[in-house]
């Protein structure tokens, strides 16, 4: 991979990864458009600069991540599903990371945060903050989680929905939804550098250190501009956009 291709790729996770869009699915989609093959060795890239990203939001978050036991417990209540989902189930997901399966998976979510939208209303009693939530809310917010694994779902979009369903604020089921990619991501991210760790040269360890530093920038700056954006807007312009690149791809690219 060139330098100039991992500075993209990097680009596009720090971009993608908190705003409900998928950013395994647009990390899929540019590879795509540079003409790089999903090789396990690619597909191991696209996981392990995602960490750039959650390095962003240890950063972003360091006062309640490192002082916070009570959230630490609910985090990992909430990476159970997909723990247990992802390791049964790894060679399959794996199986699934093709631009088509994203096309279509970015449409299907697009409706579907059009629809939840129209009708959600927040409520004065709606969960203000991410210490309020329980350990069942917790469990079933990483639920929604594990449905991500489909590439083109989108890991924050299927929280920030699964959190809005059960009843947290949008703001606090954003904040959630950020801080959970913390332990799902680091788990992710160690599994695959375990199983394919051998197969990296030194060229593909500089490309990688260029997309994680690149993504690790780029996502601390959309961080914040997300959880800006969420106090006054709904999510039906990433419903809209997801539409409306899912059928490009559909239609033009595939």
Known sequence: MELFDALILGIVEGITEFLPVSSTGHLILASSLLGIEQTDVHKTFEVVIQLGSILAVIFAFKDKIFHSLELWKRLIVGFIPT???????????????????????????????????????EKEHHIGSVEQISYKQAFLIGLFQSMAMVP?????????????????????????????????????TAYD??????????????????????????????????????????FIPFGIYRIVVGLIFLGVVL
């Open 83 to 121: 723990a247990v989902l992802g390791l049964t189930l790894y060679k399959i997901i794996k199986s699934l990371f093709a631009p088509e399966t994203v096309a279509y998976m970015l449409v299907i979510g697009g409706v579907i945060f059009i629809l939840v939208e129209l009708f959600y209303k």
């Open 152 to 188: 083109g779902t989108s890991r924050s979009g299927a929280t920030i929905i699964g959190g809005i369903l059960i009843g947290l604020k949008r703001k606090t089921a954003t904040e959630f939804s950020f801080l959970l990619a913390v332990p799902t991501m680091l788990a992710a």
């Open 193 to 234: 550098i375990l199983k394919h760790h051998s197969e990296f040269d030194f060229s593909q360890a500089q490309a990688l250190g260029v997309g994680f530093v690149t993504a690790f920038i780029v996502a601390l700056a959309i961080i914040k501009w997300f959880l800006s954006f969420v106090k006054k807007h709904s």
